[in-house]
């Protein structure tokens, strides 16, 4: 009769088989997985109050942005649409104000975006922190008014 203790070998747990299964899972996930589709996207874009207006405006450092994409800065036409040549205008008129105003983007309803974007680029990248954006409260009427 044999009393010692008898070794038993330690069981080997095999791995190549569950990272298999693992990689499997994560292909079938990713495979599966539908992604939001930004174009179908409903949007409602906000509605301006004319009565919520403050009466008193702060001076602000303004932008315009015509149709073409064409920049106006503080009143001055910039020659090209670059965005080297805003930074200059912008660097140009910030000089006339101790710190930084915050900036005005008027833009047509028909501005490019590409246009607008270039605008609060450089304005991002100028340290300009206070952007606002000007709207109509009521749109002109095209139309004469009908008598009933």
């Known amino acids: 009769m044999n009393l010692r203790p008898q070794r038993q070998d330690a069981p080997e747990i095999n791995l190549a088989p569950l990272i298999d299964v693992v990689f499997l899972l994560l292909i079938f996930f990713m ?15 906000p509605e301006v109050d004319a009565q919520a207006s403050s009466a008193e ?8 942005i015509d149709q073409d994409g064409r920049y106006d800065v503080a009143d001055r036409t910039l020659p090209d649409r670059t965005a080297a040549s805003l930074k200059r205008a912008l660097i140009a008129a910030l000089a006339d104000y101790e710190e930084g105003p915050p900036l005005l983007i008027r833009a047509d309803a028909r501005t490019p975006h590409q246009a607008v ?3 609060m680029d450089v304005a991002s990248q100028m340290g300009l ?9 009521d749109p002109p009427s095209t139309e004469p008014d009908a008598a009933p």
């Open 117 to 119: 974007m270039t605008a």
């Open 57 to 64: 405006e702060p001076d602000w450092l303004r932008i315009t």
């Open 31 to 45: 495979v599966s997985t539908t992604f939001k589709d930004d174009a179908r996207l409903a949007i409602r874009l």
């Open 129 to 137: 922190q206070q952007v606002v954006f000007a709207a109509a409260s």
